[in-house]
């Protein structure tokens, strides 16, 4: 059974301590596992360090509040969009943001939307190269998620609405289906070119 260790080496320059993550294997070999990937860093110890988490936008419109208030007890429709993108800041260091988009309607009127963006700084040491695109599209996410979820269900509770509490996201999937979308769209490029 794979264990999830956590060290947290002294504070950096900017104050905040950075957070090492490294996954034994069941053997106890020390080779790192990343979560469903099964990936194993070959020859030492594979890092993926979290070196700092931010809230890099947010936003919270909340106009219609006095009219969400007054309404009868229906529970309004609600629209999640989300999205992953990830930036190269230097060699081995990377931004992950997470995007989140929450809508609430009831009976065609707005009651709130929250648009929050909250990004992770990591650096990736001992990885191959065909490991670090899914280590930052589905590791990444996954370590933001927790933080960006208590955001948006504060901010909804302290905004007078019921605390809008996020479902865990299948980060594995979304880049999963990133791919499909990634071929598919270079399939119609060749489909095109050709014609």
């Known amino acids: 059974m794979a264990k999830t260790t956590d060290k947290k ?4 320059a900017s104050g905040a301590p950075a957070i090492e993550t490294t996954t034994p294997t069941a053997t106890g070999a020390g080779n790192p596992v990343v979560g469903d990937q099964g990936a194993t860093a070959p020859g030492g110890q594979a890092q993926l360090i979290v070196n700092g988490q931010f809230v890099k936008d947010l936003s919270f419109e909340n106009a219609n509040i006095l009219r969400m208030m007054q309404a009868s007890g229906q529970q309004p429709d609600v629209s999640i969009d989300l999205g992953v993108d990830v930036q190269v800041i230097a060699e081995d260091s990377y931004e992950v943001s997470l995007q989140i988009h929450v809508e609430t309607k009831r009976d ?5 939307i929250v648009e929050l963006t909250y990004a992770g ?5 001992g990885w191959e190269a065909d490991q670090i695109e899914p280590l930052l599209f589905i590791e990444g996410p996954k370590l933001l998620f927790p933080f960006a979820r208590m955001i948006i269900s504060n901010l909804t509770r302290d905004g007078g609405h019921p605390a809008l509490n996020l479902n865990p996201i299948d980060f594995a999937q979304l880049y999963r289906r990133r791919l499909q979308q990634q071929a598919a769209q270079a399939s119609e490029k060749a489909s095109s070119a050709v014609n």
């Open 9 to 12: 080496p002294s504070p950096k």
């Open 108 to 112: 065609g009127v707005t009651g709130f």
């Open 121 to 125: 700084l990591f650096t990736l040491k």
